[in-house]
């Protein structure tokens, strides 16, 4: 691996960086030491506030003129057609720009998931209307009985001449009370083995009989939801794929997902934040590290685990670089990640003392705005969401160390 930028590729990153210094709008702007991050642009989109839907409006327009609403997918779809290593350097300097991406589930997942199984009459009605933020979309993949063993979901759908009638619920549907559309797995063939027999539908969010339920979470946040189907219509020409090979197209959508490059700088900076806050005058009346040998070489570590973390996702993006497909890689990549984060929130609000307890960001005695005493709390589900640790340490054992399946 060559960890340097070539000529060409630092053009790229001045240029990437350059726009973010001048087109972002302040609203995604970090305030230093309030403790505010950027707002989500799927909510800012259909947000009451003009502002924050200005703001939304402007920051998609800044990177749709360079097709950067969708680095990855090729320009003959509306995308910038980036290599994979312009794709690497574009998510750095956004991540470390805390900077916004647009269009959601519908850039990172369904869009690539179209361009590869969807028919041209799907990927002509989909894909524009995800790259101009018409439409932002939500999945629809886990069930109460159906989480880490994805494949024994139980959500039915019945054929109907040239509709599906769906009945069942999912849960955990991140962003369905922002979005439009809804993609889904859904069992077709009861009788089939578990893996088979599953379908990939895509529907309106607002189709009669589709119901949402929010879930708010332990930091009193609304991001999850509970979705309902009570003889929900889907027209037959929203399947994609083959009836009954669904599994396969939901199993490379994660593949999508799983290829992160974005933790390492996004761990590395709160790593970087908890550093120089408490070596200022007003980290100092807070901070324990003059008092702890311990935790000044748990942050230490903690940072070198950043660079551990930088090097798994740049080895990822190498493979993809040199035509590979990564596998247990990505899933290295993604287990590390989402411990790590954890680690380092329960490290932050160690090294507050009593202080790490304040929980409002507008508390004037909150370290950093409590940011790492709310990461603690909403860290949690990361070993969970997107595959848990467990499923991600299986995929390593047989796949990446060929250890016999238990």
């Known amino acids: 691996m060559d960890w340097s930028d070539s000529p060409e590729q630092g053009s790229f990153r001045a240029e990437v960086r350059n726009l973010i210094e001048q087109r ?26 003009p502002v924050a839907q200005q703001a939304a409006n402007e920051w998609a327009s800044a990177l749709a003129e ?33 900077a916004p991406g647009v269009g959601g589930m519908g850039v990172s997942l369904l869009g690539p998931t179209l361009i590869v199984h ?4 799907q990927r002509a009605e989909h894909l524009p209307r995800i790259l101009s933020g018409e439409v932002a979309w939500a999945e629809g993949y886990s069930e109460p009985g159906a989480g880490s063993d994805l494949a024994s979901l139980q959500t039915r759908a019945i054929r109907d001449g040239d509709d599906y ?44 009989g589709l119901n949402l339920r929010p879930l708010i979470n332990m930091a009193w946040e609304h991001g999850f939801n509970e979705t309902f189907f009570e003889d ?14 669904g599994w396969y197209v939901g199993a490379s959508l994660l593949d999508f997902e799983r290829s992160n490059i974005a933790g390492a700088i996004e ?41 551990v973390l930088f090097n798994f996702s740049f080895r990822v993006i190498s493979m993809q670089n040199r035509g590979l497909i990564p596998n247990y890689e990505a899933s290295t990549s993604k287990l590390f990640n989402s411990e790590l984060v954890q680690r380092i929130a329960r490290l932050g609000t160690r090294v507050y003392g009593l ?12 370290p950093l705005g409590a940011q790492f005493t709310r990461l603690y709390v909403t860290s949690i589900p990361r070993t969970i969401a997107a595959g848990s640790s467990e499923i991600q340490r299986n995929i390593i054992a047989t796949r990446g160390l060929g250890l016999p399946r238990g």
């Open 232 to 245: 929900v219509r889907v027209p037959v020409k929203n399947l994609v794929g083959d009836e009954n090979r």
């Open 66 to 98: 360079r097709g950067w609403i969708a680095p990855h997918w090729p320009k003959e779809y509306g995308g910038a057609g980036l290599t994979p290593m312009e794709q690497f350097i574009f998510k750095q300097e956004m991540a470390q720009a805390q």
């Open 24 to 49: 972002l709008p302040e609203r995604y702007r970090v305030s230093t030491g309030a403790g505010e991050g950027p707002g989500s642009w799927q909510a800012d989109r259909i947000s009451k506030d």
């Open 267 to 307: 761990n590395r900076r709160l790593i970087t934040d908890l550093i120089e806050h408490a070596k200022s005058e007003a980290g100092r009346g807070h901070a324990r590290l003059e008092e702890s040998v311990g935790l000044r070489h748990e942050i230490a570590e903690s940072y070198i685990q950043t660079e």
């Open 355 to 366: 202080y790490g307890n304040l929980w409002s960001a507008d508390e004037p005695r909150a």
């Open 165 to 208: 009638v769906i009945n069942g619920q999912k849960i955990w549907t991140s962003g369905a009370h922002t979005a439009d559309w809804l993609f889904a797995l859904v069992r077709t063939d009861p009788e089939a083995p578990k893996h088979r027999g599953i379908s990939f539908l895509m529907m309106d969010i607002h189709t009669p």
């Open 118 to 121: 969807g028919t041209e009459e």
